[in-house]
């Protein structure tokens, strides 16, 4: 994944995000606050995971499949660019 | 969330095992590992994740709303048993 | 799952889009319409499914573990009222 | 989607599959039998359903984007077979 730096520090950002909900999640089970408040913080850090992996599956399709923006075959293209549709769909 | 010493361990390890895996992914982004290998981890994390909800799911069943365990009523306490087969079920 | 008529309506209607839509994926299939058109149409299906899952686990929870509109433990009342919004938020 | 006649009909058959699960939970909502019942039904559909979704990912790749088994860049035949791999691990 020898991506652009701005491309790294965005995902960097994403992960770091989720440890931070983790954490979260630690010190509310240690603190022994509610379970339905332990459930709805897991339930943020699910959402924070699904659009990470939605943005790592769209950098794999761009940079080690077809990057719709500059692949010179334009039925690629667009096979590429659907597919990237379809899995932002799928993890929103 | 005042449940017992045992139980409050086993989420803490599950938790913390979580938390490790981000930072196992936070250095695959940092040594530019393959996008795939990334999506690989946060896939087994995804399924960690989920395995902490359906204890925490049962964990609130059965101590704010019915344990099948200790419940009279057989009605309530079949209900519950069921709900958190189901629970199981979704979250596998 | 002998609730009100109007309940078991409701999700009757609810099954019966779902059904409706995997006829329309089918006449997808049939008549080779693209890739990327069915799996919008899928899923649209998966999400149908879901809120038919949240509604069908309210249900149970309601009329088979704990109803929080009629039960007189405030304590319990308040878990399964918390049990319905975590299921909602993770199926929503 | 004009792929092969065996492709078709294998995705055909999914999707009918599908909609027959759809009947049985139709009919168990018209029988009244227990919503748990009916909730182990729906969830034997979204599996199904997660299953037809993987095949239609798989078969847009291939035909659409990259075909790993025929694709003469072995970079974009990788990363191709890569993508796959991690549909199917996201969707299993």
Redesign the interface.
Known sequence: ??HTIEH?TK??GR??R??GQ??A??RA??A?????D???L??S??GA?NG??AE??E???R????NPDSEPDS??A???A??I??VR??LK
Do not use: P, W
């Not at 022994?32 to 339905?36: V, Y």
């Open positions: 994944m020898s790294k995902l960097l992960i770091r989720i440890k983790a954490e999640v630690e089970l240690e022994e606050i509610g379970c339905a332990v459930l709805m897991v339930a850090m699910r995971l990470l992996t790592l599956m950098e794999h399709i940079h080690h499949v077809v039925e690629r667009r096979g590429a659907e597919l549709d379809v769909t799928y």
